[in-house]
């Protein structure tokens, strides 16, 4: 009896979809924070991300300074469009990648409350885009698991 080989639907990198795409702008975060000359209060923090990195002529005549804030905020949401995409997968990876979502929710609000550099609101919403993260992964899952449970009003 021939058997078929198995493809697997996920590109073949399965571990590698258990990571939590989010951890990126976290970690780029704490590189920032974490090179400071200043030390690593909130303030020099606030300045480095708000520094303009180069400016956009617009056609309204005015100048549109882009930080390094807004750069890391609009990568961010990005990233969080795609996890979004990753959680509608039914797969047992995604379990892992759920687990590993919280814990990096779980670093970031230590790192946000008790880490001075960290207290910004660049960070803050990128805490925020991790507990979104957190909270549709379960979300999507429980409502994929009760479709699966339930058979239907016939």
């Known amino acids: 009896m021939a ?3 198995r493809v697997d639907a996920g590109g073949g990198s399965s571990m590698f979809a258990a990571v939590p795409l989010l ?3 976290v970690i ?3 590189l920032v924070a974490l090179t400071l000359t200043g030390g690593f209060k909130a ?3 606030t300045a480095r991300m708000n520094e303009a990195l180069f400016t956009i002529h617009m056609t309204s005549r005015t100048d549109w300074a882009v ?3 807004d750069l890391l905020m609009a990568a961010s949401l990005v990233v969080l469009f795609v996890e979004l995409l990753k959680s509608t997968t039914s797969r047992k990876i995604a379990i892992i990648n759920h687990s590993l979502s919280m814990v990096l929710f779980i670093l970031c609000l230590v790192e946000f409350l008790l880490a001075p550099a960290f207290a910004t609101s660049t960070f803050f919403l990128i805490t925020l885009m ?3 993260d957190v909270l549709a992964g379960f979300i999507v899952t429980i409502v994929a698991a009760r479709r699966d449970v339930d058979f239907g009003d016939n």
Do not use: E, Q
Request: proline share 11%; no cysteine; glycine share 6%.
């Open 3 to 5: 058997t078929t080989p």
């Open 23 to 25: 951890a990126l702008p």
């Open 28 to 30: 780029v975060y704490n």
């Open 43 to 45: 303030t020099d923090a």
């Open 67 to 69: 930080s390094l804030g």
């Open 130 to 132: 991790v507990l979104l």
